[in-house]
């Protein structure tokens, strides 16, 4: 499975971004779909998942409330839209996708900067 972000770009603190995930072949065979990011000097940190079968979704407490993950099946697309975006969620943000045999993929990351 080939992943491909796009949707990043710089921001002011505040505004909004929606990223896009492309996947490269129907995510029929796909279980879960994520999105993780990666701060300088940090360690990659989950940011949201979305299963493909039922959309069950699970979010970092640091984005509740603020970014939503939704998937188009049809599309083999997901996707992460972030309002309220504030300086600490600049990063680098990765799509990940793990099948059902429990094989994962990643994207070749996106990057958000936050300016305050």
């Known amino acids: 499975v080939q992943l491909v972000e796009s949707g990043g770009g710089l921001v002011q603190a505040g505004g909004s971004l929606r990223l896009s995930c492309a996947a490269s072949?129907?995510?029929?065979?796909?279980?879960?779909m994520g999105w993780y990011r990666q701060a300088p000097g940090k360690q990659r940190e989950l940011v949201a998942a979305i299963t493909t079968g039922g959309g069950s979704t699970n979010y970092a407490d640091s984005v509740k409330g603020r970014f939503t993950i939704s998937r188009d099946n049809v599309k083999n697309t997901m996707y992460l839209q972030m309002n309220s975006l504030k300086f600490e969620d600049t990063a680098v943000y990765y799509c990940?996708?793990?099948?059902?045999?429990?094989?994962?993929?990643w994207g070749q990351g996106t990057q958000v900067t936050v300016s305050s």
């Open positions: 990940n996708a793990v099948t059902i045999l429990s094989m994962s993929y």
């Open positions: 072949r129907s995510t029929f065979s796909i279980y879960s």
